[in-house]
């Protein structure tokens, strides 16, 4: 089993309609989504580019989560929490 995480850029209406074009694919386990950050984790077993096809074909901008995304989350929000990546602390 594998677990896509993805940055989409959405609003409150967008994710019913991210809901429903993931529903369409064959082994996808669960979906789990995260507005604020705008972070959207897919598990099951489904290749991940299939995963972004069908997010990006319902009309939204997506793109594969990274350690970036991460870091500009935690600027963005104003946070004082720590971000570690590669054994580099971040704020």
């Known amino acids: 089993m ?3 995480e993805m ?7 967008h994710e019913k309609r ?3 074009s993931l529903s369409k694919i ?7 989504v995260d507005a604020s950050s705008q972070k959207v984790v897919v598990t099951g077993y489904v290749h991940k580019n299939k995963i972004l ?5 319902a009309g939204l901008k997506a793109e594969f989560w ?14 004082s929490r720590l971000v570690r990546i ?3 602390n971040f704020f």
């Open 18 to 20: 991210l809901r429903k």
């Open 53 to 57: 096809k069908a997010v990006r074909r």
């Open 86 to 88: 590669n054994n580099y």
């Open 2 to 4: 594998e677990s896509v």
């Open 66 to 79: 990274s350690a970036y995304n991460d870091i500009l989350h935690a600027y963005a929000s104003g946070s």
């Open 7 to 13: 940055k989409v850029e959405m609003v409150g209406i």
């Open 26 to 32: 064959r082994g996808i386990e669960k979906i789990e």
